[in-house]
């Protein structure tokens, strides 16, 4: 057993479906999956527990009830007194929330969110066993009206996808792994996202052979966001970072802090990897066709995202750009958009709304907000866990359209979707900070990119 968060390498992630099959097949020389469980949820529970009392244990009808009985035993054998029941002890030390896991397949009806509001009135730290019961394991929604928020989950055999998208994150706490000792012996459903490695740079290289970035947008009052990107793919490493200014001056300067930054448009810079659509507005539109039928490799973000999704003619465009050439970077808004469906709609399956704009846009999507999804046509998609609220503040999804861009500036042979992968990652992790952040600092937080 051990702490799932920080990764350091890519985890593979099982949905239901997969971790019914692996657990099926492990139940056949391993009948006693359930025995480790229970013993795992109790030697956590012993770590956890604040105080002397009883640890309640709510155990729900199924094998995640069965997994909670089984740790009472093993804490009673071990002095520890634990209650087993719907309602609550004096002062518990620990609640055990094994309503239900995976098995949850409806909303929860009264009795049951009576219940788990009781474990959540309770001031003992929650410790839910596999997943917090009520939330959904395939998309990290809850089913019902709620979900128990717990401090602490234990997940057990597989690492399920809900857990690190959509609400996921703010329902399981800290979280835990134990495979219970089966090695999973079957395709993951997505990829958990690791650092990666920092590609190569070599002594003799010189500006040239890192790349060009255009970053196009910035319409008057929101020059900040594309200044912003070109600032964030210098950061990386990119050889040489120019910016198209929409509607700007002949005499405007490009970026009064920033002076490695140069003026330059597509015309001029028929090879550039293009950054589009921070801070655009509407002009863009206007852009778009000759960006998306010239540029070699695009990230497409913001009011370039508003302006295909409102012009069936640019998705055409889109869709004849060539395999792997296009990073799209829409939050849930944008993608709901560019999907005709709303906010909502997107986040009850945040994998399938990114899988599903991949497939029809024939492009690498990352959908961000608490566990961005990267979806590409033919790849495994990934979840990327790293982050947190402090990337909430205007500028922060600039930054991240500047920084990929950047990345891809400095591997030309490198996939969309590999690309993105790493960028995502990189981006988290520099936005982990307690507080708040300001989107120039993250910047500065960004490891370069080489
Ligand atoms: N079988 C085994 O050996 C193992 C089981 N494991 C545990 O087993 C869990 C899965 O067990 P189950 O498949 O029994 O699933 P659950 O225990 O999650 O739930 C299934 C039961 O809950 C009921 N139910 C579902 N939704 C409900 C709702 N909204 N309101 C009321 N009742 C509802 C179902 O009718 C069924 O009786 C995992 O999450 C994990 O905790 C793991 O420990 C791995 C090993
Ligand atoms: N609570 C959060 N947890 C993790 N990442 C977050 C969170 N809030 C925002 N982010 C990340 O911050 C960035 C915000 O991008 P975006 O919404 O486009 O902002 P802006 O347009 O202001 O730059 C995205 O990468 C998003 O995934």
Known sequence: MHALLPTTATLPLFDIAASRRIEARALVHSPDLMERAGLAVAKLALALRRGDGPVWVV??????????RIAARRLAEAG??????????????????????????RPPNAEMLATMAAMQACSAPILAVDLPSGL????????????????????????????????????????WFDDLRVAPDEAPTADLLGPAAQPHRSPTSHKGSHGQVLVVGGAPGMQGAA????????????????LDLLNSRPDEATDPGQPELMRGTPAELPNALGVIGCG??????????????????????????????????LQGLLRGRPASATLLT?????????????????????????????????????????????????????????GGPALATAGSGDVLAGWLGGLWAQQPGASAHRIACAGVDAH????????VLRASDLIARLPDGR
């Not at 988290?428 to 507080?435: F, L, M, P, Q, S």
């Open 227 to 242: 200044r912003l990107a070109a600032r964030a793919a210098l950061a990386c490493g990119a050889g040489r970072v120019y």
């Open 80 to 105: 520890v007194a634990a209650h087993v029941g719907h309602a609550a002890p004096e002062r518990p030390s620990l609640v055990i929330d094994a309503l239900l896991g995976l098995g949850l397949s």
């Open 136 to 175: 959904l394991a395939d998309t990290g929604q809850p089913a019902g009206e709620r979900a128990v928020r717990a401090d602490h989950t234990l997940v057990l055999l597989t690492r399920k996808p809900g857990l690190f998208t959509g609400e996921g994150r703010a329902h399981a706490g800290r979280l």
């Open 330 to 386: 829409p939050h849930p808004l944008e993608a709901a958009r560019l999907l005709g469906l709303d906010t909502a709609g997107v986040q009850a399956d945040r994998l399938r709304a990114a899988q599903e704009l991949a497939g029809r846009l024939g492009c690498t999507v990352v959908l961000k907000g608490s566990g961005s999804v990267i979806a590409s046509p033919d790849e495994r998609p990934a979840i990327c866990a790293s």
């Open 428 to 435: 988290g992790r520099a936005g982990e900070v307690d507080g």
């Open 280 to 313: 655009a507005g509407p002009a863009i539109a206007h852009a778009l066709p000759a960006l998306l039928q010239q540029l070699p490799r695009l990230v497409i973000d913001a009011d370039a995202l508003n302006a295909i999704a409102a012009d069936p003619s």
């Open 59 to 68: 155990c729900g009808p199924g094998n995640n009830g069965g997994d909670g």
